[in-house]
């Protein structure tokens, strides 16, 4: 009888430490593999615009990444990501050729994101945004 109970609270212990061991473990391995995008998705960024100045890029946090404002020098405004369509890497803005480079594989992007030269298989990818009361709002 005695013998009984005691495997019982065992078993209960044991099962209790395997959870527990598998919470550990299991929620880092979630939170490395769950996409990034997720945390901030639906929140905007707003930047004022004199912060992007004819031929200037600024470059931002969006949605747990890297993205870019580009003010051409014709005054057109683009919101992109900085991500390379490559292999992931941050572009940079080259402003006196006005296009982007990507400095792992020198791929080159154009103002609006179309890949110029390069390895990238894709544009960048174009974001959302509104310009009101000398605010861009990007998402
Ligand atoms: S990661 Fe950008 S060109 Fe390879």
């Known amino acids: 009888m005695v013998n009984e109970e005691r495997r019982k609270f065992l078993g209960i212990c044991l099962g209790g430490v395997t959870a527990s061991a598998a919470i550990a473990v299991g929620y880092p391995v979630y939170r490395y593999l769950a996409p990034l995008q997720k945390e901030n998705a639906g929140s905007k960024v707003v930047i004022p615009e004199q912060e992007v100045p004819a031929g200037g890029a600024k470059f931002f946090e969006y949605a747990g990444s890297t993205a870019v404002l580009v003010r ?3 005054g057109e405004l683009l919101a992109l990501s900085a991500v390379c369509t490559h292999l992931g890497c941050i572009v940079q803005w080259l402003k006196e050729k006005e296009e982007f480079l990507c400095p792992c594989h020198a791929g080159h992007y154009s103002p609006e994101g ?3 030269s390069g ?3 894709k544009p960048l990818a174009r974001l959302p945004f509104v310009v009101a009361n000398g605010a861009i ?3």
Do not use: L
């Open 137 to 139: 709002t990007i998402g």
């Open 114 to 116: 179309v890949v110029i």
């Open 119 to 121: 390895p990238p298989p």
């Open 72 to 74: 051409r020098q014709g």
